[in-house]
């Protein structure tokens, strides 16, 4: 019995070398060695600003002029749309006097230019409305690539890692020696010429 354990032992301590030599033995080119560059160095400083929108749209000139011209577009949207209103409003009511002294053909073709009106409208409803929202979307595209322009410039000396827009549903902490807001809106402001009228 003692010599059956012995050569159990001797068994496992030949295996348990072999698998060591194999462990240890594999090709050298394989391990890599992690390489760490200044960018990723744990405990490196991060450091962010922000900006607050509300102030931004309230005092950067491009921005209110922008909206201004978006309002009036909006304003020649809805008197447009409400003058169709008007006069097929004005239509049906002159169908409504003539009523039943209208023959069956008259009724017919009040009925088609009433369906006519009503697609002409709904039509010109949707193309105005999507052209509102595209210009809509134009510039809202347009100011953050104004601010992410000027901001690559303001931060060329990358003292910030990231610049974030303020919004007070989303952040909830804020150091406000790291508001850039005022720079922005300076900045931004002194390379905006308006356009001429």
Known sequence: MKQLSLILNIILFVLVGVLFYYQFKGDKKAVATPVISK??????ET????FE???????YNYFKDALSHLKGKELDMNNEL???????????GEWQKK???MSQSEADA?????TQ??????ARKQALEESFARQSMDFKKDIKAK????LKEYNKDRKYSYVLSYEPDFIFLRDTTCNITNDLVDGLNAGYTPAKK
Do not use: C, F, H
């Open 39 to 44: 960018k990723t160095v744990p405990g490196a």
């Open 82 to 92: 409400a003058g169709m209103e008007r006069s097929y409003q004005k239509k049906v």
């Open 147 to 150: 601010i992410e322009v000027y």
């Open 47 to 50: 450091r962010i600003a922000y």
């Open 53 to 59: 929108m509300d102030s931004l749209q309230a005092k």
């Open 110 to 114: 009040a009925q088609r230019e009433n």
């Open 99 to 101: 009523g039943a002294a």
């Open 117 to 122: 009106l009503q697609q002409n409208y709904q």
